[in-house]
């Protein structure tokens, strides 16, 4: 397992349970590869993520980010009254200054396991596509609009399209 701080509902802090599915020293595997790949450095920058070959993921990890049971045990979370099912992605404190003005809106709720970013394209959509579409969730809630997002997820969970 793997605990990560994340900011939940007002911006309070908690900790969000995954399997672990990067090697325990991954920062400082990103800060060498950031300086060693220009292309990677400028991707990061823009989603956040890396979507080629990201050298912090161990080869079980990376089956798991693709059939996306990584995210499995933030159940625990939802249990917990921390998350629920379908929600704004549970982010990073480091990034709430890169969340600008949408974190305002974006923490009104709780995260989710699943969300409108995840059925959207998850990583092939950049940081502020991201954070537009979470706002627009948050401001839109429906219970409709929730159970859509859980069928949804399943498509998307047999098709592991944007998963890296």
Not at 61 to 75: A, N, V, W
Not at 130 to 146: A, F, G, I, K
Request: aromatic share 12%; proline share 4%; net charge positive.
């Amino acid at each position: 397992f793997y605990t990560g701080e994340r900011i939940g509902r007002e911006g309070k802090t908690f900790k969000c349970y995954k399997f672990r599915t990067m090697f325990n020293d991954n920062d400082q595997i990103l800060q060498e590869h950031l300086k060693k790949e220009p292309g990677a450095r400028a991707e990061w920058q823009q989603f956040k993520k890396i979507k080629g070959h990201d050298p912090r993921i161990t080869r079980s990890g990376s089956f798991l980010r693709k059939t996306s049971l990584d995210e499995l045990p933030q159940i625990i979370n939802v249990f917990r009254g921390e998350m629920s099912l379908v929600g704004a992605r549970p982010y990073l404190p480091e990034e709430k200054n890169d969340m600008g003005g949408f974190a305002d809106t974006i923490l009104l709720a709780d995260p989710g396991i699943t969300g409108l970013w995840q059925v959207s394209g998850r990583s092939e959509i950049d940081f502020d596509g991201r954070l537009r579409m979470e706002t627009w969730y948050v401001r839109n809630w429906s219970l409709w609009l929730d159970i859509s997002l859980l069928f949804r997820t399943f498509g998307v969970l047999l098709s592991s399209k944007g998963a890296y």
